[in-house]
């Protein structure tokens, strides 16, 4: 298949569904300006990490061997985050871009252009590349990378570069990771692939009501963007520039120094380190004390880009 015939087949399959899901969620508090906006995007989240997102991840986890070829997809993808990070902190710490920001600011960009939407917006590009068992890379990359090195490394960030909060102010990671049901239904579906216990009514069961959860946050993502103060920062465009271009090369050039010839896990790699901002930068601004603003900016404009800078990745070779 032609560059542009597989480019046409991607806006139709995956970019024309995401668009339209996200543009519901902006245009809904127009349509519909008696619903609390607030408290409906709260709602949903809460849908989507106590149901929505346990349900998909047990589902996959059940059912899916754990290979190295597997593993290599959180590493590769943990390795393009590190070194974005590090050059991240040089941009906003060191350089003249972030000399008149707040820690505050720099901080939740650097941490928000670390880590991708790997699930909800790589989700459907994994399937639309690789089939509908790609779904298997973003889940063991959120499970074994994403979730674990924000809430530490991540964490790290926002309390001692952002909101300079003392040891005895942090809140406690492992409390926090410890109580998310995504990551233990994912261990408890790994245990019932590993010992051989799958029942497989249940993980269609649970398959079933998983699949709403990329659905559900597109929508919430269109309530979260900015759309009438989406302007466009230096800052937020080099973190954004940072995020969805040099880390995918990143990610790749890791993948052929440690794997030759590249399969598809590692070009699926590439594709997880394609991805636009993870929403849960928004959490993390909160939670921290720290920049909402910025945070919200830099979701949107990743996103929009995104739709620009994956075709970019498809032809120069990145994605296979």
Known sequence: ??????????????????????????????????????????????LVMYLFYPCIMFAVAATTPVTGALLSVPLLVGIGSLLSGVI?????????????????????????????????????VLNFFYGQD?????????????IPVVWSLGVWICTRLGSHREAADQPSVWRVMLTMPPLWAFVLGVAVQQFGMVFMPLVNATRFIGQATIPVILFVLGLTIPWRTLTPKPEILTAAAVKLLLTPVLVWVAARLMFSPLA???????????????MTTLLLADRFRLDHGAAALLIGWSTILFWLTLPLAMAVGLIR
């Open 1 to 46: 298949m032609s560059y542009f015939a597989q480019l046409l087949n991607l806006m139709v399959e995956v970019m024309l569904p995401l668009s339209l899901l996200v543009a519901a969620g902006a245009v809904w508090p127009v349509v519909f300006k008696d619903v609390p906006l607030a408290h409906m995007r709260t709602q949903l989240n809460r």
């Open 88 to 124: 991240l902190y040089w941009v906003l710490y060191r350089s003249p871009i972030g000399r008149d920001l707040k820690d505050s600011t720099r901080a939740v960009l650097m941490v928000g252009a670390m880590f991708g939407n790997t699930f909800n917006i790589g989700v459907p």
């Open 264 to 278: 598809e896990a590692q070009y699926a790699s590439v594709v997880e380190g394609t991805t636009p901002v993870m």
């Open 134 to 146: 790609a779904i298997r890379y973003a889940t063991f990359n959120d499970m074994i990378m994403t």
